[in-house]
């Protein structure tokens, strides 16, 4: 399912927002609230502010919390998820559609692309607060699963 498909609670990425008091790098409190794993992957502009770096990917269980550290201090970040059982976290407005490879960590977005990807997905646009930001993931519609 897509993201205008699912009911994330508070929104995908601006459940509420933490200050920071000089971090430079960019900080993700994730949780999940849905009664599935998620898996995710994150882009960001890297500190040079010209080259996109995708990572993923990082499972939360049930009900899990952790917290995602990148090396960006653009307050714009990018997400994608997948639940277990298919459901999406993507899209919406101000999307930017990438490429994933499933058994790749962290890689530079090359504008001449790279080797064929898994997929090419559309990662919905978050913004953080001082370089922090608090992304709820879940719940998710169980009668699909």
């Avoid at 993507?90 to 990438?98: F, H, I, V, Y």
Wanted: hydrophobic content about 40%; proline content about 3%; aromatic content about 12%.
């Amino acid at each position: 399912m897509k993201w205008s498909q699912l009911t994330l609670v508070g929104g995908l990425c601006m459940a509420s927002w933490l200050s920071a008091t000089s971090a430079a790098a960019l900080t993700l409190e994730c949780k999940n609230v849905a009664h599935v794993p998620v898996s995710m992957a994150v882009a960001y502009l890297d500190y040079d502010g010209k080259s996109w770096m995708v990572e993923g990917w990082y499972t939360l269980e049930a009900g899990a919390r952790a917290n995602i550290n990148l090396d960006s201090d653009n307050n714009i970040f990018y997400i994608y998820g997948e639940f277990q059982g298919g459901q999406q976290v993507s899209g919406g407005g101000g999307s930017l559609d990438l490429p994933i490879y499933y058994r790749t960590f962290k890689y530079v977005q090359k504008p001449e692309g790279v080797e064929r990807p898994d997929a090419v997905v559309s990662f919905s646009r978050g913004y953080a607060d001082n370089g922090m930001a608090v992304i709820t993931l879940g719940p998710i519609n169980q009668s699909n699963q």
